[in-house]
């Protein structure tokens, strides 16, 4: 089992700059792939950026160029660097991981922290 924290959210204005963090315990060795994803008011949860064990990345649209993802594994924490932000950016940022556990059989899941709420306004 994995237990996923952010943190990092709050104000910010447009144009200025947040970081978040995610921090993983328990069965870390399990996971495959980690991301975040937004769910603003109104809308349904949506990637954001994703980073698997190997290190490539993945980016929605219309974050590209903008927000940078990235890991460090030595803290089992995974950050979202956010740039340049709009208000179109608002949303509560849930952090995702996606685990591979090989037993008797290979299964896969899939865990959420509790989100973290940023808001982009002037």
């Known amino acids: 089992q994995v237990q996923l924290v952010e943190s990092g959210g709050g104000l910010a204005q447009p144009g200025g700059s947040l970081r978040l963090s995610c921090t993983a315990s328990?069965?870390?060795?399990?996971?495959?792939?980690m991301g975040w994803y937004g769910q603003a008011p109104g809308r349904q949860r949506e990637l954001v950026a994703a980073?698997?064990?190997?290190?490539?990345?993945n980016y929605a649209d219309s974050v590209k160029g903008r927000f940078t993802i990235s890991r460090d594994n030595a803290k089992n924490t995974m950050y979202l660097q956010m740039s340049s932000l709009e208000p179109e950016d608002t949303a509560v940022y849930y952090c995702?991981?996606?685990?591979?556990?090989?037993?008797?059989?290979?299964?896969?899941?899939?865990?959420w922290g509790q989100g973290t709420q940023v808001t982009v306004s002037s």
């Open positions: 995702h991981a996606h685990t591979i556990v090989a037993l008797t059989t290979i299964d896969e899941y899939d865990y």
């Open positions: 328990g069965s870390i060795d399990t996971i495959y792939s």
């Open positions: 980073i698997s064990s190997d290190g490539s990345t």
